[in-house]
């Protein structure tokens, strides 16, 4: 892909929002919110700025048409921004899924739903980046999709993430443990947030609670996945490589065998992690129903380095080879 519209995006999100940053004293996240804000309205929505300020804003908005970009272009350059304004304020929670494994699972998405027109899921969507990557890469299918998000700034993002892109995404503002009021998805995607759960009164809900202490929110988030896509539904999940050996593991073998069918595990190139403990794989599941039946045998892949195209190229005809022989 050419790198200049994305560089050239990304110059104008950045000095729009460096500029509003001083003006309204404010993070750059924030900024980076307002500015892209009045990029998709058009017009400069904030009462508060010096009229030199507005002026500066209207001449970089003025050089820009965003409809002479692609989706990914957007994204990219977006994502860009987001990432130096995490650089600054860094929260664990925070981080953003690579590029490369977001493209993955956009490919593995187009291959094992086969509807062209079907509704897709994020309970964790952040700032909405992996859910409009995997968007992105769906040839000729019309997605819609559901995005929940507890986190006000990441939730804001994520919603200008998507009107930049014109994504027809509906975003909740909320605890995604809670009841979800929502449509049921026919898949679902998501970047599971590791660690524990602290509200014990509403994890007592899920068949995956801890039996004693906090329960593992990755697990509850998985069940609530399940919850929430129709039967034969696929849900793909980035789960930490030590999910099956953690103390909880038993109890989410024998969730996973009354609800679900493993369609595989693609271990990530280690290459990609600070250390092996935080080492993680991408999971597929379908959910039960009347007429799914399991695969012959599970997908099992350790991924190369993802930036070694040839060696990706081999993989992915095994994926084909894989799917075409487990589907027949």
Same mark, same amino acid.
């Given at each position: 892909?050419?790198?200049?519209?994305?560089?050239?995006?990304?110059?104008?999100?950045?000095?729009?929002?460096?500029?509003?940053?001083?003006?309204? !004293?404010?993070?750059?996240?924030?900024? /980076?919110?307002?500015?892209?804000?009045?990029?998709?309205?058009?017009?400069?929505?904030?009462?508060?700025?010096?009229?030199?300020?507005?002026? @500066?804003?209207?001449?970089?908005?003025? %050089?820009?048409?965003? %409809?002479? +970009?692609?989706?990914?272009?957007? @994204?990219?350059?977006?994502?860009? $921004?987001?990432?130096?304004?995490? &650089?600054?304020?860094?929260? =664990?929670?925070?981080?953003?899924?690579?590029?490369?494994?977001?493209? /993955?699972?956009?490919? /593995?998405?187009?291959?094992?739903? @086969?509807?062209?027109?079907? @509704?897709?899921?994020?309970?964790?969507?952040?700032?909405?980046?992996?859910?409009?990557?995997?968007? #992105?890469?769906?040839?000729?299918?019309?997605?819609?999709?559901?995005?929940?998000?507890?986190?006000?700034?990441?939730?804001?993002?994520?919603?200008?993430?998507?009107?930049?892109?014109?994504? =027809? *995404? !509906?975003?909740?503002?909320?605890?995604?443990?809670?009841?979800?009021?929502?449509?049921?998805?026919?898949?679902?995607? $998501?970047?599971?947030?590791?660690?524990?759960?602290?509200?014990?009164?509403?994890?007592?809900?899920?068949?995956?609670?801890?039996?004693?202490?906090? %329960?593992? %929110?990755?697990?509850?988030?998985?069940?609530?996945? *399940? #919850?929430?896509?129709?039967?034969?539904? +696929?849900?793909?999940?980035?789960? =930490?490589?030590?999910?099956?050996?953690?103390?909880?593991?038993?109890?989410?073998?024998? +969730?996973?065998?009354?609800?679900?069918?493993?369609?595989?595990?693609?271990?990530?190139?280690?290459?990609?992690?600070?250390?092996?403990?935080?080492?993680?794989?991408?999971?597929?599941?379908?959910?039960?129903?009347?007429?799914?039946?399991?695969?012959?045998?599970?997908?099992?892949?350790?991924?190369?380095?993802?930036? &070694?195209?040839?060696?990706?190229?081999?993989?992915?005809?095994?994926?084909?080879?894989?799917?075409?022989?487990?589907?027949?």
């Amino acid at each position: 892909m050419k790198i200049a519209p994305v560089e050239d995006l990304f110059t104008i999100f950045n000095e729009t929002a460096t500029i509003m940053q001083e003006e309204l !004293q404010c993070t750059y996240l924030e900024a /980076l919110a307002e500015t892209g804000e009045n990029l998709f309205h058009e017009s400069i929505l904030q009462d508060e700025l010096s009229e030199l300020t507005v002026k @500066r804003l209207k001449k970089s908005y003025e %050089s820009v048409n965003l %409809s002479d +970009y692609t989706k990914e272009e957007i @994204r990219k350059s977006f994502q860009l $921004s987001i990432l130096k304004g995490m &650089k600054e304020n860094v929260q =664990p929670n925070h981080q953003m899924t690579p590029d490369a494994v977001g493209m /993955l699972i956009g490919y /593995l998405v187009d291959k094992f739903v @086969r509807e062209t027109s079907f @509704r897709l899921l994020d309970p964790a969507v952040g700032t909405g980046n992996l859910l409009t990557t995997v968007m #992105n890469h769906q040839k000729d299918k019309t997605v819609e999709a559901t995005g929940i998000e507890i986190d006000d700034l990441l939730i804001k993002l994520a919603y200008i993430n998507a009107n930049l892109q014109e994504h =027809p *995404i !509906q975003f909740f503002n909320q605890d995604s443990l809670e009841p979800l009021f929502i449509e049921a998805a026919d898949a679902a995607v $998501s970047d599971l947030p590791i660690g524990y759960y602290p509200n014990d009164v509403r994890s007592a809900e899920y068949k995956l609670k801890a039996d004693e202490g906090h %329960s593992y %929110s990755h697990h509850l988030f998985i069940e609530q996945s *399940i #919850n929430h896509v129709k039967p034969g539904g +696929y849900l793909f999940f980035i789960i =930490p490589n030590g999910m099956f050996e953690s103390e909880q593991a038993p109890k989410l073998h024998e +969730y996973l065998k009354e609800n679900a069918y493993i369609q595989g595990l693609l271990q990530l190139p280690l290459t990609m992690f600070k250390n092996e403990k935080a080492a993680k794989s991408i999971f597929i599941l379908q959910k039960k129903g009347e007429g799914v039946t399991p695969p012959k045998q599970a997908l099992l892949v350790n991924l190369p380095s993802l930036s &070694k195209t040839t060696e990706v190229e081999k993989i992915l005809k095994k994926i084909d080879a894989w799917y075409k022989e487990s589907k027949q």
